[in-house]
């Protein structure tokens, strides 16, 4: 009985090496015999192990061997592992609950929810949430969203007026509904009061001005909840909608002129309430075209060739400052006119350079930023720029001194010649009047000599002698005189005698 379980054992081993280790641990508290176990592998091959198999599963049910059950009762608890190498899957389990979940807006019909998926998700994933809703006081709660919402944000709508809500989201998976995440408090569906806020723009912050006949189309932005109560006024009374245009959304009031006329200058205030609070914002618009020409202009006086005008501003400046004035004159004869004067500031202006003998008026126009008036003013009197008598002396010229004493600019300088070639000495020299010219040689004057050329052009001195000889040398020395004074240069001439070589063939 005993050799009959051991092949069980290695059939065991091979196919799960592991499991058999940890079965046979308890075997060895029951089983008296443990001697013949392992002399079994040495009597029988493991081959006639299958068919013995048979045999003890009928012999199982006497009761005498009774220390033998608990063996043959061993080897069948590792033959269980084999079913549960492939454990059924563990049963799905939900995520854990949303979190941060807070109010994002509302109004006076929905709310606006949003929140953050579940720290723990597990692996059944997560399908969507369910968003529920009760009102205060109750446990009823009811689902909003017939699908499951897939992102982390819900509007729950069409709900009443000042009503006071609880609600809570739910994550759904596989495995069902997570714990829910609840608003700490009630919600109550009403607008969020928000404080009205003119945003001024920029250009018009200062004056705006427009010419007569433009279009004005103003939009001013704002902000606050819920709509807000929009009113405008110009100078302190409320805008004539005959003449001005106002449109207000939700978030902006436009101020419209469809043609602009002077009369719409002023200053508008824009006021915005929202239950107790209010914001407004002033803005001035002026409406301006060209002035009108000044008032009066007159010739104070006449003297020589200028005339002296004065004027006075004109009545109409065209609803802004006057910048300048521009003054033309016209001749009598030709009628032209002619400007004499732009963007003058002043009321009174000097015109010169008139023509002797001619008669003249003269006109003014003003300006201002649109541009000149269209009309001017001209002078009622004329003036006349009478001939008078001129003796005309011309004046006396003196003709310059550009005297001067002889002066060399250029000196002599010391030279070689050989006996037989002709040479030459030079310098310059300048004077005024022009200076007579004398050479001298070892101190005597050279005279008219024929030996000797001299010449004098353009303020050059040359003297040139001709085929000198061993006699020629010494020192030269030309000297300049007018009546100013006079200047003299010296050089030193060494005349060399030619060295003939001995023994040399003569050539030709």
Not at 401 to 415: G, I, M, Q, V
């Amino acid at each position: 009985m005993p050799a009959k379980p051991a092949p069980i054992k290695k059939a065991v081993k091979k196919e799960l090496p592991k499991k058999v280790e940890k079965a046979p641990e308890p075997e060895p508290v029951p089983v008296p015999e443990p001697a013949p176990v392992p002399e079994v592998p040495v009597e029988a091959p493991p081959a006639e192990a299958p068919p013995a198999e048979a045999p003890p599963a009928e012999e199982a049910p006497p009761a005498e061997e009774a220390p033998a059950a608990p063996a043959e009762e061993a080897p069948a608890a590792p033959a269980e592992p084999a079913v549960v190498e492939a454990p059924p899957p563990p049963p799905p389990e939900p995520t854990s609950a949303p979190v941060e979940l807070f109010i994002e807006d509302k109004n006076d019909t929905s709310v606006s929810i949003i929140w953050s998926q579940p720290a723990t998700v597990g692996d059944s994933g997560l399908d969507g949430y369910t968003i529920e809703v009760c009102k205060d006081g109750t446990e009823d709660w009811k689902a909003m969203n017939e699908e499951l919402q897939k992102s982390c944000r819900y509007t729950i709508k069409n709900q009443t007026t000042g009503d006071s809500l609880k609600i809570r989201v739910v994550a759904v998976n596989a495995g069902g509904r997570s714990a829910p995440v609840t608003l700490p408090e009630a919600v109550v569906v009403k607008e969020v009061a928000d404080r009205p806020k003119i945003r001024l723009p920029r250009f018009l912050r200062q004056r705006y001005v427009a010419n007569v006949g433009d279009k004005i189309n103003l939009t001013i932005p704002f902000s606050g909840k819920p709509k807000p109560v929009v009113t405008w006024n110009k100078n302190g009374e409320p805008a004539d909608t005959t003449r001005v245009m106002i449109r207000s959304t939700g978030h902006d009031s436009i101020l419209f002129i469809r043609v602009s006329e002077r009369e719409d200058s002023g200053v508008y205030e824009m006021c915005v309430k929202v239950d107790g609070f209010e914001d407004k914002a002033s803005l001035i618009l002026q409406i301006v075209e060209l002035p009108g020409p000044p008032s009066s202009v007159k010739i104070v006086d006449s003297w020589g060739f200028n005339a002296a005008l004065e004027w006075t501003p004109p009545v109409d400046s065209g609803n802004t400052v006057i910048t300048g004035y521009t003054v033309q004159k016209a001749d009598k004869k030709t009628g032209d006119w002619y400007t004499v004067l732009e963007h003058s500031h002043r009321l009174n202006t000097t015109v010169s350079d008139l023509v002797m003998g001619n008669t003249y008026k003269f006109r003014v126009y003003s300006e201002n930023k649109c541009g000149l008036s269209e009309s001017c003013v001209t002078t009622k009197e004329e003036a006349k720029i009478l001939k008078t008598a001129i003796n005309y002396k011309p004046p006396e010229y003196k003709d310059p001194d550009s005297t001067e004493a002889p002066k060399f600019t250029t000196a002599l300088t010391d030279r070689a010649a050989t006996v037989g070639f002709s040479t030459k000495l030079l310098c310059s020299v300048r004077g005024s009047p022009k200076p007579k010219i004398e050479w001298m040689k070892n101190q005597l004057v050279i005279g008219d000599d024929p030996k000797f050329r001299q010449i004098f052009r353009h303020g050059i001195c040359s003297l040139e002698i001709r085929k000198p000889g061993n006699f020629d040398g010494g020192v030269y020395a030309c000297r300049a005189k007018n009546t100013h004074g006079e200047a003299t240069v010296t050089c030193h001439l060494e005349v060399k005698r030619l060295v003939h070589c001995v023994g040399a063939t003569p050539t030709g």
